[in-house]
């Protein structure tokens, strides 16, 4: 007959009660610690752990009038605490979206930005109007034209020498022997 002290001392006999433990209560320890903690992998880590903890006293919890499950859901509740909390002191987050992110460098894009800047108060007024109302405000000629008050021949105009402009001028600034 097995006693407690024999199932103790026996491996085989603890391991078969972690075993029948496991297949009648792992899913609900899983689900409710992915339902706290909104991250499968981790809430299948923090179930691992709790049956871990359950090993030592699968004969007492096994034998006991106590609900075995309701021992393994505040184990688990607790070690996530317990995990919250130490993340919390080294300022991480527990989860999915605590995984790093790569927030997108737009130091190049202020470079870029004030390159143009540049690039356009080196044009005339007229010019830089002109191409301001065309690919800034993204107005048609016949807009441009009917909002600054010139016909549309001399928007095409303005336009064309601006661009030249605007090529000569970037042309000297990435290479000043030109």
């Not at 609900?28 to 339902?35: D, G, M, N, P």
């Not at 600054?148 to 064309?160: A, D, Q």
Request: charged residues 20%; glycine residues 4%; hydrophobic residues 45%.
């Amino acid at each position: 007959m097995n006693t407690p002290e024999t199932a103790l001392k026996s491996p085989a006999i603890g391991s078969d009660l972690l075993d029948a433990m496991m297949a009648e209560h792992a899913p609900a320890v899983i689900a409710y610690a992915e339902k706290i903690l909104r991250d499968r992998h981790l809430a299948e880590d923090i179930a691992q752990e709790a049956f871990i903890r359950a090993w030592p006293h699968t004969e007492r919890l096994c034998s006991t009038a106590g609900s075995i499950r309701g021992w393994l859901l505040t184990v688990t509740r607790n070690l996530i605490i317990d995990r919250s909390r130490s993340s919390m002191a080294r300022k991480e987050v527990v989860g999915a979206q605590g995984q790093e992110t790569m927030l997108p460098d737009h130091a190049e894009s202020i470079a870029t930005s004030i390159e143009i800047l540049a690039l356009l108060h080196g044009l005339t007024h007229e010019h830089r109007e002109v191409v301001l109302h065309l690919y800034v405000f993204e107005h048609s000629v016949r807009e441009t034209a009917a909002l600054i008050g010139i016909p549309v021949g001399t928007v095409k105009s303005r336009h064309h020498y601006a661009l030249n402009a605007l090529r000569s001028s970037f042309a000297r600034e990435q290479d000043p022997s030109v």
